[in-house]
């Protein structure tokens, strides 16, 4: 329809099989990566796997025994994982990217090396004038009373490159410890401070924003585990299970339960710095806001609005825009 999505404009589009982490493999072998241009003849481009896993297994036959060999293709920085939401009440399965290990796939110059896919493009009419720096995730996982599909970030102290980088799904999205705190050029760090001159422009956006502290641990069985300081620098655009002015006592938890908890933060800071943007109400994390002590613990909140903002040359990437042309 000629109309412009988040989908069709991310440079990655990353997605799995309905079965999730219970698929055939554990090693990944059921996701799939895809490079996106819109510009380019072939839009779409299945992306090879980086990682090969050779299984040996012995078998015997007429009192011999013979060696057969399983082989695993998977990629090394997304898997899939599962762990339990407390304010949901379901299982969540998730396809996990790890902001680490993607770093160092874009930089590796192998055939199955990301430095290609990041390079590609780069000159003539099919330009995107960037590198990667945008990731669509689309969880094939069913939504069931029992099972949430969504989408998680960990180990994302450090985001790739200058360029920034947008992770955009239409479930919710969970992240796992500090996110942008440092650039490569080392110098300094932004945790736990309000300075965001160590960061990259980011954005995230889903159905629901979870924060999980350094301390999360997917075995946890307790509602609300310790948690222990934290900093999510990154502009931040989703749903919210609004106030039901007909239900007494319904809450949507309001501004400083935008960024949704499930650990015990008391007397632990976590440090936001970026943009709340909520345009939606949510369709996948849909249950109500309950108080403090119940599946969490609220926080010492140190909050503020990032100025980098201001200036629409450190907007992240994907940034939705509205512009106005007025007749002379």
Do not use: C
């Amino acid at each position: 329809s000629n109309q412009l999505y988040i989908f069709n404009e991310a440079d990655l589009i990353i997605s799995n099989s309905a079965t999730g982490v219970n698929g055939s493999s554990a090693y990944g072998s059921n996701i799939t990566v895809y490079y996106e241009n819109s510009n380019a003849v072939s839009h779409l481009q299945l992306i090879t796997n980086d990682m090969v896993q050779v299984i040996s297994n012995y078998v015997a036959i007429n009192h011999q025994i013979f060696t057969t060999y399983t082989t695993n293709l998977f990629y090394s920085f997304v898997t899939n994982v599962t762990f339990y939401d407390y304010r949901e009440s379901k299982t969540v399965q998730a396809v996990q990217i790890d902001v680490a290990k993607f770093n160092k796939w874009l930089t590796n110059t192998t055939s199955s090396g990301g430095n290609k896919w990041n390079l590609i493009n780069a000159s003539g009419s099919t330009d995107k004038g960037h590198g990667i720096d945008s990731i669509y995730v689309y969880n094939n996982v069913p939504l069931t009373t029992a099972q949430l599909p969504a989408v998680r970030l960990v180990n994302g102290a450090q985001l790739p490159s200058a360029d920034g980088l947008t992770v955009a799904t239409p479930q919710p999205l969970y992240v796992l410890g500090d996110y942008n705190v440092q650039t490569n050029g080392g110098g300094g760090s932004s945790a736990g401070t309000t300075n965001t001159a160590y960061t990259y422009p980011a954005a995230l956006m889903g159905d629901a924003i979870t924060i999980f502290s350094g301390n999360w641990n997917d075995s946890v069985t307790t509602e609300d585990p310790t948690a222990t300081a934290t900093t999510i620098n990154a502009a931040i655009l989703t749903g919210i299970v609004p106030t039901n002015p007909n239900i007494s006592g319904n809450y949507s938890g309001g501004v400083e339960n935008f960024l949704r908890l499930l650990e015990n933060w008391t007397g632990v800071t976590l440090t936001y710095n970026g943009s709340i943007v909520v345009m939606f109400s949510s369709q996948y994390a849909t249950n109500s806001w309950q108080p403090t002590g119940n599946y969490y613990q609220a926080p010492n909140r140190n909050w503020s609005f990032d100025q980098n903002f201001t200036d629409a040359s450190k907007l992240p990437p994907l940034t939705p825009s509205v512009k106005n042309f007025v007749t002379p």
